[in-house]
């Protein structure tokens, strides 16, 4: 099993920055991709941003230019700069753990961002 910790979230001003973290423990044998998704009440969750091992990222349309997704070992981060109010949501981890060909997927417990003045 892997646990996924979260942190970086808080209140924040339109055209603010945050930058989340999260850190995988546990039993890990070999980390894929990494993302952050986000979740606001009664809509699914939706993508944010991904990385790959080789460093290949991708992004929403929305916060193209203005997000920034790294990795490090077993943590991963979201560099949120020139955040604007429809970025408030539950920002939630994602880790894929390979084993033998076979694709784990883990998620952490959130956490929330929220922009207003």
Known sequence: QVQLVESGGGLVQPGGSLRLSCAASGRIFSIGVMGWYRQTPGKERELVATITKALTRNYVDSVKSRFTISRDNAKVYLQMNDLK?????????????????????????????????
Not at 91 to 111: A, F, P, S
């Open 85 to 117: 109010p429809e970025d408030t949501a539950v920002y939630y981890c994602n880790v894929e753990d390979w084993h033998y060909g076979v694709k784990y997927d883990y998620w952490g417990r959130g956490t929330q961002v929220t922009v207003s003045s």
